[in-house]
């Protein structure tokens, strides 16, 4: 699989052998080794290797195999059970028959030639990766496993079909306008369009007519009639991003539409009916959001009739592994690169990260890997993260120090924005005359 180094156990009680293959194998992924059968419910108890090398005797004068053989069944028991390669004694070919009959894809005779043995683990994995199902279809966007991503899919199932109105909070990056869509894909509204409207970039000025659109004439610049959004999402839904971001005098004529389903673009004389499906998201925490200061509750009360709060990746780092191997065998298929696995340090970092920019930050991490990697196995800088430990620097030349001075000019102006904004993307991105993806990309450089 790319992206997640493979798990590979090995269970043999002669412990040179096992470190033999220990570090023949460990190009081809993570390896433990076990030198006794008691160990190995304890190891499944926390690991789910896809390739175990299995020897059948652990008892001095024991040549029947069937010590193995009961491990072999313990591992066939599985939900997901890993390729079994029996390791035998040269000539017991007996044991590896019954072994294969058994459930083992392959086996090995002892002494083992590397080459050999390296190629039979790769075939292992190879087939395994083949065999690993597809992701499901509908809401298959929304990638990951933990429970809080579960709930979220029962979620997006149950309100899709209703025609309620849906607020979805959470931090940048989470996924929000994803599950948006995936609200929208899940509803009667399906076939028609999705349309967002980014509410925290659209100038105060242009608010009406872009929302409700105008006639020609109505103003200078208004050269032919144009539909709002709110026209153009009939039939479908419309996702205002960012709803937090709205002045209050945005907010009553919002109100006023979604109050009286109907809109009268700039310049018209009759208002015209809407029918559209409200999805709106903000990064706002709520005590924010709930103050009636800054938001109209009575606005509020129209949009939030079920609110889906999508948590933070740090709360859910069981979905990192999937979100990492998604993103990777995106990358690598869409620049033409290689498949190569992450080095293990890298992944148990890049798994205890506490990613700030949500999977936004992952997927660009990802991105960057794959177009910087050179080695054969991801490393932790490639994804522009570096290990907790401090790494001597060199003193820097002339050139350099300018360029770190900007670089640390950048990093404050782009703090003080953000400071400003109260933590607003949007708003932040405008005080810096620059776009959010730009402000995205730089609040990842500096690690804000
Ligand atoms: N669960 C997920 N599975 C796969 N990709 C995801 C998931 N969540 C987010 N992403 C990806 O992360 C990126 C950001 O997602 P999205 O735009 O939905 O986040 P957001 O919360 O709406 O962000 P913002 O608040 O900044 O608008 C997108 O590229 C999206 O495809």
Redesign the pocket.
């Known amino acids: 699989m790319p992206g997640i180094p493979a798990q590979i156990l090995i269970l043999d009680d002669d412990a040179d052998v096992a470190y033999a293959a220990k570090l023949l194998l460990r190009r081809a992924g993570q390896v433990t080794t076990l030198g006794d059968p008691s160990q190995v419910a304890r190891y499944l108890q926390h690991s789910a290797p896809d390739v175990v090398l299995l020897d059948f005797n652990f008892t001095p004068g024991r040549t029947d195999g069937a010590q193995g053989l009961k491990v072999l069944d313990q591992l066939q028991a599985l939900p997901n059970p890993p390729a079994v390669i029996a390791m035998t004694a040269y000539a017991d070919v007996p044991l590896a028959v019954a072994a294969m009959k058994r459930g083992a894809c392959d086996f090995i005779t002892k002494p083992w030639d590397n080459a050999r043995l390296a190629a039979t683990v790769d075939a292992a994995l190879a087939r395994r990766a083949a065999a690993a199902s597809p992701p499901p279809p509908a809401t298959s ?4 496993d933990s429970v809080a ?1 579960r709930a979220l899919r029962a979620a997006i199932a149950n309100v899709g079909p209703t025609e309620a109105n849906v607020m979805v909070l ?10 948006a869509r995936g609200v929208h894909l899940a509803s009667r509204r399906a076939a028609g369009q999705f349309l967002a409207v980014d509410m925290g970039s659209l100038p105060e000025s242009m608010l009406e007519s872009e929302l409700f659109g105008h006639r020609k004439g109505a103003f200078t610049d208004a050269r032919n009639d144009r539909a709002g959004r709110f026209q153009s999402a009939s039939g479908g839904t419309l996702f205002l ?2 709803i937090g971001n709205l002045a209050l005098a945005a907010q009553s004529k919002l109100l006023t539409a979604l109050e009286r389903r109907e809109v009268t673009p700039l310049g018209a004389d009759r208002p015209q009916t809407i029918d559209v499906r409200i999805i709106s ?1 903000t ?1 706002l925490d709520e005590a924010r959001l709930y103050d009636a200061q800054g938001f109209r509750p009575d606005l509020l009360f129209r949009l939030n009739t079920i609110v889906i709060r ?1 948590p933070p990746l740090r709360e859910r780092p069981g ?1 990192i592994p999937q ?1 990492l191997t ?2 990777l065998a995106l990358y690598q298929n869409q620049y033409g690169r290689p498949g190569r696995a992450i080095a293990p340090s890298a992944f148990d970092a890049l798994c205890s990260h506490a990613w700030p920019g ?3 930050a ?2 660009h991490a990802c991105e960057r890997a794959v177009i910087l990697s050179e080695s054969e196995l991801y490393s932790l800088a490639d994804f522009g993260l570096h290990s907790a430990d401090p790494v001597p620097v060199p003193a820097p030349s002339a050139s350099t120090a300018t360029a770190l001075k900007l670089d640390a000019l950048e990093r404050d102006a782009v703090a003080a924005s953000l400071e400003q904004a109260q933590g607003n ?1 949007s708003h932040a991105a405008k005080l810096l005359g620059i776009s ?1 993806a730009a402000l ?1 990309r730089k609040l990842e450089k500096h690690g804000l």
């Open positions: 966007a929304l990638l990951g991503m959470g931090e940048n990056g989470v996924g929000k306008e994803l599950v991003d960012e998201a990064n999508v979905d979100l998604h993103y949500n999977v936004r992952l997927r993307i959010r995205y």
